[in-house]
């Protein structure tokens, strides 16, 4: 009986500490709910600790093989570029190891429900015919990201029942929330639930609630609440198992024909073919390997805070 391949969970990172702490706890839960699988994670950037460190004690454990998978919702630069470049620079760092890639967790009917669970909590069984939906997505320079927000809002909007489902962004892409609010009111939105499509906690999905809580009191007219990120749910812990097996089987599916490194999406045809390049993690100072510091070049880009 061959030993399974490991569990690499990859994370976004946040300068938020309980944010931080709830990736490492997921990750210490899903290692308690597998014993008989090396499971270990890192985050591409801002938080402890860095992707390199997790695979260092992987190897450390006598890993040779390993499944990536990205705690990400949706498939954008980070999951396109930034892992997949980081885990080539592991290879490097660990020669014999190998692994192969799963895909980012998208709009899985398992966290549609958790979405839906999340909505019924601030609804207290108000009539889902009078409430609009505003989801909001982290936002990115990626526009096939960016769709990957409104496919998941259409999805929560299908045979669910609410009035309607609107999307915006907290950074880096329009709609904001403010005006993902107003749109909402102008479509005679009367009862408003703001739902952050987040898996944790963070500096971004309590930004969305301090926005929505300041339009609200603009706006005292309108019946405005906001609910609670995904959290770390029994659904999140099985949809990470299923995307390892995935990879580990080779079933995978990225999202390449929308991708704006292969294909030319109006303005911006300059990305096509762009090599991928990991993220600089501060932590990440290449003494656990041997190889010399590695400089961060490619695309560079800074989340405004």
């Not at 659904?235 to 079933?251: C, I, N, Q, S, T």
Request: with cysteine.
């Amino acid at each position: 009986m061959t030993t399974p391949p490991a569990l690499l969970i990859a994370g976004h990172g946040t300068r938020d500490d309980a944010g931080a702490e709830a990736f490492r706890d997921f990750v210490r839960e899903l290692g308690r709910r597998h014993p008989d699988l090396p499971v270990a994670g890192g985050f591409i950037e801002l938080s402890p600790p860095p992707l390199g460190e997790a695979v260092a004690e992987l190897v450390e454990r006598g890993v040779r093989r390993f499944a990536a998978v990205p705690l990400m919702l949706v498939s954008a630069g980070h999951a396109k570029g930034d892992i997949p470049a980081a885990l080539a620079r592991e290879k490097e760092r660990h020669p014999g190891i190998s692994y192969t890639y799963g895909r980012p967790l998208g709009p899985h009917p398992a966290l549609l429900s958790v979405l839906e669970r999340r909505l019924d909590e601030v609804l207290d069984g108000a009539d889902r015919a009078e409430v609009t939906v505003l989801l909001v997505g982290r936002g990115s320079t990626d526009p096939d990201a960016n769709a990957e927000v409104f496919k998941a809002a259409r999805l929560l909007w299908e045979g669910r029942g609410y009035a309607g489902v609107e999307t915006a962004f907290v950074s880096l892409a329009a709609p904001d929330v403010p005006s993902g609010l107003e749109r909402c009111a102008a479509l005679g939105a009367r009862r408003i639930v703001v739902l952050p499509y987040f898996l944790f906690t963070g500096i971004l999905p309590d930004r969305v609630r301090q926005q929505t809580e300041d339009w609200a009191a603009a706006h005292p007219e309108l019946d405005v609440r906001s609910a609670d990120v995904i959290g770390p749910e029994p659904e999140l812990l099985d949809l990470v198992m299923e995307r390892y097996e995935e990879a580990v089987k080779g079933d995978l599916r990225m999202n390449c024909d929308s991708c704006v490194y292969r294909i030319a999406l109006p303005g911006f045809e300059d990305k096509v073919g762009l090599p991928q390049q990991p993220h600089f993690h501060p932590d990440d100072d290449g003494h656990h390997h041997g190889h010399g510091h590695h400089h961060h070049g490619g695309h560079s880009h800074s989340h405004a805070h």
